[in-house]
T-cell receptor
Framework: GAGVSQSPRYKVAKRGQDVALRCDPI?????LFWYQQALGQGPEFLTY????????KSGLPSDRFFAERPEGSVSTLKIQRTQQEDSAVYLC???????????????FGSGTQLSVL | QKEVEQDPGPLSVPEGAIVSLNCTYS??????FMWYRQYSRKGPELLMY????GNKEDGRFTAQVDKSSKYISLFIRDSQPSDSATYLC???????????????FGQGTILTVHP
């Protein structure tokens, strides 16, 4: 596609519900990232995939957060038993560069705004 | 204390003004420095990317890095209303000869350029 696509654009969940957020990266991009952006803050790293391999999940805030990219393209971020503090914009980014090559450029999607009531 | 500090502003300037945006950082491992622009309800968009200390210019934008002071700046010349956005500094570390998109962002500075 022309850019990184994320869906849904907005998601409202009741506390305790499970949610799934989808990311379609730019075709052919091997690297995929999830970031969380709280209101008035900069994005914070959650996790990184190179193709289907999750190489870094150090930013996931708790074991309620789970991400997958089974076929090395589309990725899903799942949040179980949502809490109010999970309310944020979840950004997906992709890059054509492999780990070990500098000057990578991340292309961000517009994000999914999650509101937990 | 956060690894990257950025004054959130907001900053309001008249059209044509020179804008100066700044970040400080504490982690000496940061070697790659970026500036992103984020419009409302959009994802960040890369503006500038630098590695070494010194200046890098691209059109109306100049990025400056001072590793000895752990301080980076972005200058916008002849600012336009279309430059109104949130500007985010971002950094990444260089470890073992590799670098990937694990970025640490500043809080972002909200800029408004009024006609």
């Amino acid at each position: 596609g022309a850019g990184v696509s994320q869906s849904p654009r907005y998601k409202v969940a009741k506390r305790g519900q499970d949610v799934a957020l989808r990311c379609d990266p730019i075709s052919g991009h091997v690297s995929l990232f999830w970031y969380q952006q709280a209101l008035g803050q900069g994005p914070e790293f959650l996790t990184y995939f190179q193709n289907e391999a999750q190489l870094d999940k150090s930013g996931l805030p708790s074991d309620r957060f789970f991400a997958e990219r089974p076929e090395g393209s589309v990725s899903t971020l799942k949040i179980q038993r949502t809490q109010q503090e999970d309310s944020a914009v979840y950004l997906c980014a992709s890059s054509s560069h492999l780990r070990g090559i500098t000057n990578e450029k991340l292309f961000f999607g517009s994000g999914t705004q999650l509101s937990v009531l | 204390q956060k690894e990257v500090e950025q004054d959130p502003g907001p900053l309001s300037v008249p059209e044509g003004a020179i804008v100066s945006l700044n970040c400080t950082y504490s982690n000496s491992a940061f070697q790659y420095f970026m500036w992103y622009r984020q419009y409302s309800r959009k994802g960040p968009e890369l503006l500038m990317y630098t590695y070494s200390s010194g200046n890098k210019e691209d059109g109306r934008f100049t990025a400056q890095v001072d590793k000895s002071s752990k301080y980076i700046s972005l200058f916008i010349r002849d600012s336009q209303p279309s430059d109104s956005a949130t500007y985010l500094c971002a950094m990444s570390a260089y470890a073992g000869g590799t670098s990937y998109g694990k970025l640490t962002f500043g809080q972002g500075t909200i800029l408004t350029v009024h006609p």
